[in-house]
């Protein structure tokens, strides 16, 4: 089997990151994680993907300036020279421009911690509380030029439990994105192989 070759993008501490590389690491999986990118230097998920024996670059966008096109072409580069196939964004608190999610479109996949088309954007779980939602939980789906708008692949769904707060909500969230990804990534990965 021929593994797809995929890329994570990162701004933090990467906990989604880890989830799909620990995942990649059976031997069943469609996808291998080639590379990891962040644009900031001093993200903790740079050491932990090196703790697990991935290759991890920053691409630091200060240089850039507001010339997101220019840092976006750096970010490339690496995408071209580690051979990736698939971008998968995991934390990435940068908004793509759309010449560069139309060069990835169909293999480049986001996850939300919302079940979208419901709050997109941040402070989805202070929203989904504010709104009075019996449910919450996240969706991945794949990256349009529109913010958190592109097709769905998955969504997994948790309780909103009474006395919930943002951070007990996004804590129960986050767990249930630990599972979706690795999965939907497999499974899209599949579908276009």
């Not at 701004?11 to 990118?37: D, F, K, Q």
């Not at 169909?106 to 402070?123: C, K, M, T």
Request: aromatic share 4%; proline share 6%.
């Amino acid at each position: 089997m021929t593994r797809a070759r995929v890329a994570i993008l990162i701004s933090g501490t990467g906990s989604n990151m880890v989830a799909l590389i620990e995942a990649a690491r059976e031997s069943s999986c469609p996808y291998e994680v080639v590379c990891v990118l962040s644009n900031k230097p001093e993200a903790p998920g740079l050491h932990r993907a090196r703790d697990l024996g991935v290759e991890a670059i920053a691409v630091n966008q200060a240089p850039f300036g507001k010339d997101r096109a220019a840092h976006e072409a750096a970010l490339q580069a690496e995408l071209v020279a580690h051979d990736v196939e698939w971008v998968a964004l995991a934390g990435y608190m940068r908004l793509l421009t759309p010449d560069f999610v139309q060069s990835w479109q169909g293999r480049l996949i986001n996850i939300h911690p919302s079940l979208l088309p419901r709050f997109p954007g941040l402070d989805t779980h202070r929203r989904a509380l504010e709104a009075g939602d019996k449910e919450a939980g996240c969706t991945v789906h794949h990256v349009v030029a529109e913010m958190d708008a592109g097709p769905i692949i998955a969504q997994a769904r948790v309780p909103v439990l009474p006395g919930d707060t943002g951070e007990t909500l996004a804590a129960r969230v986050l767990k249930a994105e630990h599972g979706l990804y690795p999965s939907a990534l497999a499974d899209a990965v599949q579908t276009v192989a």
